[in-house]
């Protein structure tokens, strides 16, 4: 890992991932997936595991709900996410909270006057519902979400995306994430990076990641780079 040399005026923006960086959307996501799996008459999943399918869009994790001896035909695939969409059309943002820190560091990053976006592999049409009711939208200029461009996280471009709408050169806007997917988009894009380590890293050790630094709270990375 590299040590952070991020003075504040090299960064003039900041984009951050949504589930497992910002909010805790788990207990949401778990309930419309079990909701999913009963109306399907398949057995329930425990929380626990389906934190581990999240991060890679509701495609992945409706997938990997319904995969267990083998892999479910596209019909059923189809069908299932119907159904799953329609819960969570239901459960999002109901449990969802902010994770500890987050909301004072969105707080810092205002008061430096940096910009800031969301950068997300979640549907839009549950990612602005999801802002909305937790109250963050008020921080962000804008949501990149998963079906917003051709390309999702780990390709690089929602990062460019993001940062030419926020008048920023890719170097001087710092990502944060919580997982290798993360990771590979902002260094792709050439973005400096830091990771949380609490988030859905689908098992995968932040620790092993190439960030420029681990920070235990966006409060903690705020103060970082306002050092």
């Not at 909305?132 to 390709?155: C, I, R, W």
């Not at 460019?160 to 792709?188: F, Q, Y």
Request: net charge negative; aromatic share 4%.
């Amino acid at each position: 890992m590299k040590p952070p040399q991020l003075p504040p005026s090299a960064i003039r923006s900041v984009t951050l991932d949504l589930d497992g960086t910002l909010l805790d959307t788990v207990p949401d996501l778990c309930a419309a997936a079990n909701g999913m799996l009963r109306e399907l008459g398949l057995p329930q999943r425990p929380e626990n595991e389906i934190r581990d399918f999240v991060g890679r869009g509701i495609d992945n994790l409706v997938l990997r709900c319904l995969s267990r001896d083998q892999a479910p035909t596209l019909e059923a695939h189809e069908r299932a996410l119907a159904v799953f969409r329609r819960h969570y059309a239901a459960t999002n943002g109901k449990a969802a909270q902010p994770f500890p820190g987050v909301v004072d560091g969105l707080e810092h990053f205002r008061k430096m006057g940096l910009k800031m976006a969301v950068i997300t592999n979640k549907a839009a049409a549950f990612t602005g519902p999801l802002l909305v009711a937790t109250g963050l939208n008020q921080y962000l200029e804008f949501a990149v979400s998963g079906d917003t461009l051709a390309e999702k996280k780990p390709h690089p471009l929602p990062l460019l995306h993001a940062c030419e709408r926020l008048g920023t050169l890719p170097g001087n806007n710092l990502h944060i994430g919580d997982s290798k997917h993360d990771a590979e988009a902002a260094r792709a894009a050439g973005c400096p990076v830091f990771c949380v380590p609490y988030g859905y890293n689908e098992g995968c050790d932040v620790r092993e990641l190439d960030c420029d630094a681990i920070v235990a709270s966006i409060e903690a990375a705020a103060i970082l780079i306002d050092a």
